[in-house]
């Protein structure tokens, strides 16, 4: 089981990008899904998850500007992000709980990571 995120690349300020995340393998079900980020010196920060029934939870400094979205026929999450400024620039994270068979315990999987640079 494997999360691929994809999307990210340089952009200018006010403008907008969609990252996308597919979860592919072995699967047997999707929990929540969601997406961090890592600026450069900084920690690991929650942007944005969103649950299997759609109930979305978002950074307050993100609130208003990114949708998180997912499409559970195909294992896959978004996140719209629009109005961007510099201090969104960050390595993108998407995770997804998940589990490849009925008896398994659910598992938080990382995807490998997107750079987002928000400059002029």
């Known amino acids: 089981v494997q999360l691929q995120a994809s999307g990210g690349g340089l952009v200018q300020p006010g403008g907008s990008l969609r990252l996308s995340c597919a979860a592919s393998?072995?699967?047997?079900?999707?929990?929540?899904m969601g997406w961090y980020r890592q600026a450069p010196g900084k920690q690991r920060e929650l942007v944005a998850t969103?649950?299997?029934?759609?109930?979305?939870n978002y950074a307050d400094s993100v609130k208003g500007r990114f949708t998180i979205s997912r499409d559970n026929a195909k294992n896959m999450v978004y996140l719209q992000m629009n109005s961007l400024k510099s201090e969104d620039t960050a390595v993108y994270y998407c995770?997804?709980?998940?589990?490849?068979?009925?008896?398994?315990?659910?598992?938080?999987?990382w995807g490998q990571g997107t750079l987002v640079t928000v400059s002029s």
């Open positions: 995770t997804a709980n998940m589990r490849r068979y009925l008896l398994e315990l659910e598992f938080a999987y």
């Open positions: 393998g072995s699967i047997f079900s999707v929990n929540a």
């Open positions: 969103i649950t299997s029934g759609g109930s979305t």
